[in-house]
């Protein structure tokens, strides 16, 4: 079954330092996604990407973070200037069509130390 | 703003039972809700979708129900076994297109030998 997948699994990064998150979403879906959580909190919505665009983000999203698509297939998070707050599960997520299945890779757990 | 509540916020049976998992949500101006497993440090695994035209899906031993007008879903688990265990998120989306969907802090269910 197409699964998306993300990486590295997991980063540690000294504060202030930037990171790139990977994500290669399943060959042929359009929208786009990036979701966070926190060690026992909830899953987060970050931002949606369509259309080589941001759709919408959350007010987490701020200057702080960007997202790309460089290229057919990656979609990257990149996160500038990381905080410790930042330690947490980044999730990518990618479907099909407006109505359909989202379906999420297994994330990236950033710790900022 | 949405808010999605999930009870209980833990369970734990025995093999075998029959268990019912609740998922409510505040406004009830929803376009779909999604039903995900999340097994500790790993990604979200889709159970079922749900439609906000449809009042429940099935498949294999869960079945999924909607109630869009008071803002519940319940995912029923039939004859659970112990690799059921995991926590269990409900997502409701309320637009179309590239909606974000907001989680449920979910239920960590623990089926026992």
């Known amino acids: 079954e197409p699964e998306v997948t993300q990486t590295p699994s997991h980063q540690v990064t000294q504060m202030g330092q930037e990171v790139i998150l990977r994500c290669v979403p399943i060959?042929?879906?359009?929208?786009f996604y990036w979701y966070r959580q926190i060690l026992g909190q909830k899953v987060e919505f970050l931002v949606s990407?369509?259309?080589?665009?941001?759709?919408?983000k959350s007010e987490i999203f701020d200057d702080q973070f960007s997202v790309e698509r460089p290229d057919g297939s990656n979609f990257t998070l990149k996160i500038r200037s990381t905080k410790l707050e930042d330690s947490a599960m980044y999730f990518c997520?990618?479907?099909?069509?407006?109505?359909?299945?989202?379906?999420f890779g297994e994330g990236s757990w950033l710790t900022v130390v | 703003k949405q808010e999605v509540t999930q009870i209980p916020a833990a369970l734990s049976v025995p093999e075998g039972e029959n268990l019912v998992l609740n998922c409510s949500f505040t406004?009830?101006?929803?376009?779909?809700l999604q039903w995900f497993r999340q097994d500790p440090g790993k990604g979200l695994t889709s159970l079922l979708l749900?439609?906000?035209?449809?009042r429940e899906q099935t498949s294999g031993r869960l079945n999924a129900s909607l109630d869009k007008s008071s803002g519940r879903s319940t995912l029923y688990i039939a004859a659970s076994q112990p690799g059921d265990s995991a926590t269990y998120l409900c997502?409701?989306?309320?637009?179309?297109?590239?909606?974000?969907?907001?989680f449920g802090d979910g239920t960590t269910l623990t089926v026992k030998p």
């Open positions: 997520a990618s479907k099909a069509g407006a109505g359909n299945t989202i379906y």
């Open positions: 060959s042929n879906h359009l929208y």
């Open positions: 990407f369509y259309n080589n665009e941001i759709s919408e």
């Open positions: 406004d009830s101006a929803i376009y779909n």
């Open positions: 749900i439609q906000s035209s449809q």
């Open positions: 997502a409701v989306r309320q637009h179309t297109n590239a909606g974000k969907s907001t």
